[in-house]
């Protein structure tokens, strides 16, 4: 095998593709250009030298080899490419990274059966190295993987409606680097994402956001230099989780209903912080619709259960939740009972329904 030079270009030796040698990370690993324009860190060990930067032919590639050649990975979107010329200069809150999934509807006035685009967001001054992966039962199938630009967006696939399903356990890995310069060393980041695919279909789960100018769902697999859900996963977790997975799934902690004993009072916290994780997006309007759906799924869910008694945690505020709890009650729920709740628990802010 020739040693590797600056200009050689070269092909891969157990993966297809290839491209021009720009420069070296260090003695082990080499940044490829491929003929997309991207730069790839690539195992010298894992290069062979095509035609070397002086264009002395080295050798014919074999019929297999030619074909391989041949073969093209996925074209990305538009949005994906950039030149070297467009890359934003740095700023200094790219010091910090963070990075997204962003999955836009491609018809957003059919969610009942349009299918979506996912990108992959680097909103820093790093180059990102990257693989995009889902959870296929006990094991990974990897998505998607390369390099993006910084300050760049990146198309990763169109996902199908009957496809989604494969999105509820996605994670993403990535190290970070610069281009012939110092940098700051970045811990690699290895974070899995639990995909509610429900959000999929509800027109407001797609909201305004610094990198589309279409309303788009976000995922954050690093904010600032954290990421949001680092994978720290012990074998034994795994062995449980496993076991549990036919289990009946958990309630969510946006209902945060408490069950000590039958007929004991069910605490249910209506703040819209404790149901959702942002209201980036929503309207005032929208925030009391979603609170007063939770509402109306609890009474649906206790109906039955005569003599039940439910406290709703409203806060005290301007009091429109409370008055729309007991508009609700009256048009809906006649047979059932309301009051203050204790004032020495929640003071003004909580109202008991008792189930009749």
């Not at 002395?56 to 010329?85: F, I």
């Not at 409203?314 to 309301?338: M, Q, W």
């Amino acid at each position: 095998m020739n040693k590797l030079s600056v200009g050689d270009r070269v092909r891969f030796l157990n993966t297809v593709g290839g491209g021009t040698v720009k420069g070296f990370l260090n003695k082990q690993l080499a940044m490829v250009e491929d003929e997309h324009g991207f730069d790839l860190p690539v195992l010298i060990s894992e290069c062979v030298v095509v035609e070397a930067a002086g264009n002395d032919k080295l050798g014919q590639l074999s019929d297999d080899d030619e074909l391989t050649s041949k073969e093209q990975p996925p074209q990305e979107k538009p949005e994906a490419k950039a030149t070297a010329s467009e890359i934003p200069e740095e700023t200094r809150e790219g010091e910090k990274i963070t990075s997204c999934l962003a999955f836009l509807p491609i018809d957003v006035k059919n969610l009942s059966t349009t299918g979506y685009e996912c990108y992959f967001v680097n909103d820093s001054n790093y180059w990102l190295f990257f693989n995009y992966m889902s959870r296929e039962n006990d094991s990974w199938r990897s998505r998607y993987s390369g390099s993006v630009e910084p300050h760049t967006k990146i198309f990763l696939e169109e996902i199908g409606k009957e496809q989604l399903n494969e999105l509820e356990k996605v994670s993403v890995q990535f190290i970070a680097f610069k281009h012939n310069k110092p940098y700051r060393f970045k811990n690699p980041c290895s974070v899995e994402l639990r995909i509610d695919t429900v959000k999929f279909f509800k027109l407001h789960s797609f909201r305004e956001n610094d990198y589309f100018d279409e309303d788009a769902l976000l995922y954050y697999i690093m904010r600032s230099d954290q990421p949001e859900r680092e994978l720290l996963v012990s074998a034994g977790e795994i062995e449980r989780a496993l076991r549990e997975k036919e289990a009946p799934e958990r309630r969510p902690r946006m209902q945060r209903i408490e069950k000590r004993e039958k007929n004991a009072v069910i605490e249910v916290d209506l703040h819209i912080d404790q149901l959702l994780d942002t209201t980036a997006g929503m309207s005032n309007a929208d925030v009391l619709d979603y609170q007063l759906q939770k509402f109306n799924e609890v009474m649906s869910e206790n109906l039955r259960n005569k003599n039940q008694k439910i406290v709703f945690i409203h806060g005290k505020g301007d009091g429109v939740l409370k008055k729309a709890i007991l508009n609700e009650l009256k048009k809906k729920y006649h047979s059932c009972y309301s009051q203050d709740a204790s004032f020495q628990e929640y003071g003004y802010g909580a109202t008991m329904v008792t189930i009749k």
